[in-house]
């Protein structure tokens, strides 16, 4: 079992920066494919793909609202996965949940859906304001 452990979520102005850490433990996860997702509350609302990163860093994939804003990265060493979000706007706000996919270490067209992931952290949340 693989529990995982979201930290560096806050408060912070439109145009700002955070990293988000997300920790492992229980099992090793540097062969799995790791995610970001995000959600807002509110009714109908899904939890919204963010990024994925493959097994070994060399492959990533971003939601287009990201997309050069944001970067995902992984020190297996440390059994951690990162989220790097620059130029921070309002509707970036959301509770940022991390994943991981123990099936596959690659990354595949999969990779956007709830799901895929077998592992989910209790997220943390993001607020920025205008």
């Known amino acids: 079992q693989v529990q995982l452990v979201e930290s560096g979520g806050g408060l912070v102005q439109a145009g700002g920066s955070l990293r988000l850490s997300c920790a492992a433990s229980?099992?090793?996860?540097?062969?799995?494919?790791m995610a970001w997702f995000r959600q807002t509350p509110g009714k109908g609302k899904e939890r919204e793909f963010v990024a994925v990163i493959s097994r070994n860093g060399g492959v990533t994939n971003y939601a287009d609202s990201v997309k050069g804003r944001f970067t995902i990265s992984r020190d297996n060493a440390k059994n951690t996965v990162y989220l790097q979000m620059n130029s921070l706007k309002p509707e970036d706000t959301a509770v940022y949940y991390c994943?991981?996919?123990?099936?596959?270490?690659?990354?595949?067209?999969?990779?956007?859906?709830?799901?895929?992931?077998?592992?989910w952290g209790r997220g943390t949340q993001v607020t920025v304001s205008s």
């Open positions: 994943a991981a996919d123990q099936t596959y270490g690659s990354v595949t067209s999969n990779h956007y859906r709830v799901t895929e992931y077998d592992y």
């Open positions: 229980g099992r090793t996860v540097g062969n799995y494919a």
